[in-house]
């Protein structure tokens, strides 16, 4: 005979299991609404979250305590109870909640809840249905539970979900019962439907499809884009000078025909002053004349991530990742092609994105490092190019060259949307397309080289676990699309600081990774008109403050043209740059005037 309650003994259990079937009913419409606001509101503030998540613990503790169980069932299923509801209880009390806290305890429970299903699904006495049932719902528990706890990240967006999700299959499962049991007391044994058995079970295998559509589903987005190998890693012993070459070998993927690649390992300056390693690729048309020597177009990456395994020379389409869309339009002008994958990116970090200095002195330092390889046959005239994080770079490596690297003859610097003005790009970066992905790289490289910059001084903290997980992705991993999913979450929430970042020593330091307003060199700058990461009105007020210093600079603003779009083969600003680097390379003398220019579409 089955029990009408596991805690009937019990004061409160006898007192659960006389409640009338509309409070059932209600509990079960709970179980469902509370399990819809987790789903859909996943990455709201972590102490609003741990209270709907403890509150979901509790109800499916008084629920799996008032359901009707077999004898045999019964202490297990008492113990599984009064588990819930301590656990749930505990997650409300504990002001010191953690996100891998909550991780462990929601998905354990998941797990134990799943065994226990399989582990009815023997018992004697048991119709098939209830058998089935009982397994699969079982089956989705561990299936649940196990991918909760294996993510490598964001950990407490994935067990919200799958948490949320069981809460609402719950409380759809525990509602059909009791309305069917409710119908069932006032119809004669002979009317029962035999099929209204077989609903619980019904619902049970959707679950499973659900589960498992869900480890399918989401399978790519659990693979890392990339794997550091051991070219990255500096042997015992290295130069002790900058712009020396460490190691280097042949590099074949996305170099163009007509063209010859390597990978190189070098020595540059860190952040710190010390002697460091970083990674870049060399690419230079095949052949040419006895003696010839190539000129160098010195690239700088637009942004990949900051992980170490976002270096563009490990990224399946190296050059498309960094925004360099054009290899094969400057290789057939017999220019070759450095590129840094800058320190941090491919070997030992930290990156330290959108840091100037550092970004420069690995920029120059490859140009003299590739120069080491003979058959590269590279020329000492040198045109710096950057997109985006790197054309921050190119402003600052053409401002630092003759006093860092006087062996380096760059003759011009072309900065495509570039990053300048670091400070406003992060006052602004809640109304950026992407930009808490950005926010997050440009955090975690300020969090790692300086002590006083933390999350727990400036992030709020529901946003912090989001945050910390989007650093572990690059742009081109597939993950990444849950940290759009998790952005996207934020929305009822959007402050991303709970400091201003423009005060303290975040400001301080942002402060001084404004790209310097005296270049040198002849500068080329393109702006579209349409960019939502870098907007026009920011990269105007740059070219004022450059314009004020008396630098030659051809600006040109491109109209309804997006931020990366500007680099595309059609854009006619790659037009543009080539034109324009074709003549530093001639020896042909730059505007001397502050020039702007309006481009349409």
Known sequence: MADTGILSRLPLGRLLARMPAWVRIVLSLASIVLGAVIVLRPTTALDILALLLGGGMVLTGVLEATGRVDEGERRWRGALSIGWIALGVFVLAWPGLTVRAVAVIAGILLLVNGAAGLGSAFLKGRGWDDRIADAAFGATGIIFGVLALAWPDITLLVVAVVFGASLIMRGIVDLWSALRRRRDEHRPPSKTAP???????????????????????????????????????????????????????????EVPTGAVGWRILYTTTGQDGEIRVASGLVVVPDGGEPGERWPVIDWNHGTTGFAQHCAPSL???????????????????????????????????????????????????????????????????????????GG??????????????????????????????????????????????F??????????????????????????PVLRAMAERCLTDPAIALSVVAVVGTAIDPELFSTDPSYGPLGT?????????????????????????????????????????????DYRRYALYEHAEVMETYSPMVADAITWTRARFAGEPANAQCATTDVPR
């Not at 006093?403 to 570039?418: H, I, K, M, Q, T």
């Not at 969090?447 to 529901?462: L, M, N």
């Open 195 to 253: 099929r209204r058995r077989w609903g619980r079970t019904t619902v049970a295998l959707l679950s499973v499809a659900v589960a498992v559509v869900a480890v399918v589903g989401t399978a790519p987005l659990r693979e890392g884009s990339t794997v550091v190998d051991e070219f990255y890693a500096a042997p015992r012993t290295i130069p002790d000078q900058p712009g020396k070459l460490v190691r280097f070998e042949p590099f074949t993927r």
């Open 315 to 389: 990224q399946e389409r190296p050059f498309w990742a960094g925004g360099m869309y054009v290899v094969k339009k400057v290789i057939a002008e017999g220019w070759a092609i450095v590129a840094t994958d800058y320190i941090g990116l491919g070997t030992e970090g930290p990156h330290t994105y959108l840091f100037g200095e550092s970004s420069a002195v690995a920029s120059l330092d490859a140009v003299r490092a590739a120069r080491e390889i003979q058959e590269a046959n590279l020329s000492a005239s040198t045109v710096v190019w950057g997109h985006s994080q």
């Open 392 to 437: 921050g770079a190119a402003l600052w490596t053409g401002a630092l060259a003759r006093e860092y690297a006087p062996d380096v003859w760059v003759r011009g610097v072309a900065a495509f949307a570039p990053a300048a003005d670091p400070p406003a790009l992060v006052d602004n970066v809640s109304n950026v397309t992407g930009g808490l992905i």
């Open 439 to 464: 926010a997050s790289y440009a955090f975690a490289a300020f969090d790692e080289v300086y002590p006083d910059i933390t999350y727990a001084r400036y992030i709020r903290p529901g946003l912090q």
């Open 509 to 553: 330091h942002l402060r001084e990774n404004i790209a310097p307003a005296w270049i040198g060199p002849p500068l080329f700058l393109g702006q579209g008109g349409s960019d939502s990461i870098v907007p026009q009105a920011t990269q105007d007020a740059y070219v004022e403050d450059v314009c004020a210093r008396g630098q030659r600079i």
